[in-house]
């Protein structure tokens, strides 16, 4: 069936430098992707969505960049900070219902 | 986003005993509610929709009545694992639908970690 991958299952980075988290899926028609950061222990919570009508969408430190022809999204965190650390999903939206499909999430590691 | 919340947080049960987790909607009217469940460093799995004033659709796999699940009003849906054993064990998370700009999407409970002894 339809699948949303992710390339690194851990990220580990200085403090201060920029991540970068990628995804990529293979559901062609997925009109909707969205960003969750789960910490331990916790519900995962919004960070950032995208239309597949966008290339690019910024936030507070964020960026999600989606490529539909590689069918490939990406998560940029400028300036990692410790409290980033966490396991970060993708997920997405192929039809009319609001059923997501989960990535299987990438740990994000920062060093002090 | 919106606010959920889960009752409780942590749960120790029994095995064969029942247990029921409760997902409010503090500030959303949801008539559709999601259920997940999460095995450590894996991801979301749903388990089921649950729709307000009518029976839940349950994904492949799941039992419908192993996992009851009741969606009375607007603001709360409640999972109740029956019968429980040791292989339920695991993190339970709901979600809500609510809207963002022209967008709907999902905003998630904190989760209930379940453990049966």
């Known amino acids: 069936g339809e699948s949303v991958g992710l390339h690194l299952p851990t990220l580990s980075v200085q403090e201060g430098d920029n991540s970068i988290i990628n995804c990529a899926y293979s559901n062609s028609a997925s009109d909707y992707f969205i960003w969750y950061k789960q910490e331990s222990g916790k519900g995962p919570q919004f960070i950032i969505d995208i239309r597949s009508n966008m290339d690019k969408r910024q936030g507070q430190r964020v960026t999600v960049l989606l490529n539909k022809t590689v069918k490939h999204l990406s998560l940029q965190i400028a300036a990692t900070q410790p409290g980033d650390s966490a396991v970060y999903f993708c997920a997405e939206k192929g039809d009319s219902s609001y059923k997501l499909i989960f990535g299987s999430g990438t740990r994000l590691l920062v060093r002090p | 986003g919106a606010v959920v919340s889960q009752h409780p947080s942590r749960v120790i049960c029994k095995s064969g005993t029942s247990v029921k987790i409760e997902c409010r909607s503090l500030?959303?009217?949801?008539?559709?509610m999601f259920w997940y469940r999460q095995f450590p460093k894996k991801s979301l799995m749903l388990m089921a929709t649950s729709n307000e004033g009518s029976k839940a659709t349950y994904e492949q796999g799941v039992e419908k009545d192993k996992f009851l699940i009741n969606h009375a009003s607007l603001t709360l849906s409640t999972l109740t694992v029956t019968s429980a054993h040791p292989e339920d064990s695991s993190f339970y998370i709901c979600s809500i639908i609510a809207e963002r700009g022209s967008t709907d999407t999902q905003y998630f409970g904190p989760g209930t970690r379940l453990t049966v002894l």
């Open positions: 500030d959303f009217q949801a008539t559709t």
